[in-house]
């Protein structure tokens, strides 16, 4: 028997349902789900103060999180009478951040939205202990106790074999513990005094050669410990080919103007690589995978990320989801926007995550050809170099000839575990044959 609250529901309006609640409440702010492995972050600066009245959607307080920093909006209209996380403090996701006092109207639909966020906070928090518990794989393959018999726990095991610490070493370390175990402080004592023993002898050596010691800022470290992650988990291999664009380029010299008198969007390169990309993916799609363990997972939906330089030089990827689905003039302006709100730290976390494929254009500083770095959990990533005039030999119906022709070089760095030369191969050729015959699915009727 359906429940009485959800048949007067259904009797308002079967069209719209307008049935509403009205009261005064306090609400707590939480952090929301911020992407994908995502599990806390730093608060940055808080925008608003205790007292300040706020609407639905300001943004209330900067956070700072390993991928991106970010503004969390207020999610209803109303004042703010306590912050509970302070400026530097880490919350983790689904923790209060503050909480506000509102008049509360919610609809059915306001309801299932706020659930919908919470199952997203239960399943980000799902993903973290799951990649936990395969870090605890991992410290399960390594001995449990040292050459003369020191304990050592899954914990810092997990540590020492990511932090490269031998057996012999943890041997040589005295624990804490309960009868001399080696304790998670002990190894994280051991890593510290390490680097500090390192840190003298780099800094005399750089300044005795007048050189200057330039600290990373946080984002050029977790963009450095990405790379280095992607190379120790994929076997890179690089495969190249050359396409002859003339006919696109041709193509986009002629209609550019019209296209943002039209449309009102600038007409690059890359919406138009893009384009090309995810239709190659449509018709190759074991190269829109990732990899779990020794499984392949191989992707539903094709979204495509592409590297863009930030003005600081630091490196940035937003991702056009089901890139697919989208016209050439709805990827101009899915390219645009994106582009331009990266530049400006305005993205959003979920516009960051979820890539399936990455694209990075080397040619924008005037480069031949690259072998980029894959962007795990990715499997492959494409390089786009400049695009010159070039002499070419072309076959006419009278003999070959040599001709100026617009000529660019295409690299494809792929997961040799799961990709070979054959499959990355035709997948190069198919994108060389879609650039080369390009002929996009919209008319400029100007």
């Known amino acids: 028997m359906p429940l009485l609250t959800d048949y007067l529901w259904e009797m308002v309006n079967k069209d719209v349902i307008k049935l509403k609640t009205t009261f005064m409440a306090r609400m707590n702010i939480l952090l929301p789900a911020m ?57 983790k996701v689904g923790e209060i951040l503050a909480i506000i006092e509102s ?28 990649e936990e518990n395969e870090a605890k794989a991992l410290a399960h393959d390594m001995k449990s106790r040292t050459p003369s018999g020191k304990f050592i726990s899954p914990l810092v095991r997990s540590i020492a074999s990511q932090e490269g610490i031998s057996y012999s070493d943890l041997d040589k370390t005295n624990g804490t513990g309960m009868d001399g175990r080696i304790t998670k402080d002990d190894i994280l004592n051991l890593i510290g005094k390490r680097r500090k023993e390192s840190e003298p002898e780099k800094k005399a050596d750089n300044q005795s050669r007048g050189d200057e ?13 990405h790379m280095v992650m992607s190379k120790r ?26 296209f943002l008198a039209a449309e009102g969007q600038r007409l690059t390169l890359t919406p138009i690589f893009i384009d090309a990309v995810a239709r190659a993916l449509y018709e190759f799609p074991m190269v829109n995978i990732s990899i779990e363990g020794s499984n392949i997972i191989k992707k539903k939906n094709i979204n495509i990320g592409m590297a863009t330089a930030l003005p600081d030089g630091n490196l940035i990827v937003p991702v056009i989801k089901n890139a697919n689905e989208k016209n050439l003039t709805g990827l101009a302006k899915a390219v645009n926007d994106l582009a331009d709100r990266a530049r400006n730290s305005k993205l959003k976390p979920d516009e960051i995550t979820g890539g399936t494929f990455t694209i990075t254009n080397f040619g924008s500083y005037n480069n031949l ?25 072309i076959e006419t119906p009278d003999g070959d000839m040599i001709a100026i022709r617009q ?7 792929y997961d040799h575990r ?10 190069l050729q198919k994108v060389k044959e879609i650039l080369e015959n390009y002929s996009p699915d919209i008319t400029l009727n100007i």
């Open 35 to 91: 992407g994908e492995g995502v599990i806390e972050a730093t608060v940055n600066k808080w925008l608003v103060t205790e007292g300040s009245v706020v609407n639905e959607d300001d943004p209330i307080v900067e956070v700072a999180t390993d991928k991106v920093d970010s503004e969390v909006p207020s999610p209803v209209k109303g004042t703010i009478v306590s912050i509970i996380a302070r400026e530097g403090s880490v919350t």
């Open 103 to 130: 008049e509360i109207i919610q609809t059915k639909e306001e309801v299932k939205k706020i659930e919908k966020e919470v199952e997203r906070i239960r399943e980000t928090i799902e993903s973290v202990k799951l």
């Open 213 to 225: 010691i330039i600290p990373m800022d946080r984002v050029r470290k977790m963009i450095a410990e």
């Open 233 to 258: 988990t994929s076997p890179h291999v690089t495969s190249f080919i050359d396409a002859d664009v003339t006919r696109m380029v041709n193509w986009r010299n002629a209609n550019k103007e019209k």
């Open 369 to 393: 050809a690259g072998t980029p770095i894959i962007n795990q959990p990715q499997a492959a990533i494409l390089g786009t170099g400049v695009v010159r005039k070039t002499p070419a030999v």
């Open 407 to 413: 000529i660019i070089i295409l690299s494809l760095s």
């Open 418 to 427: 799961a990709i070979d030369g054959a499959l990355a191969g035709k997948f």
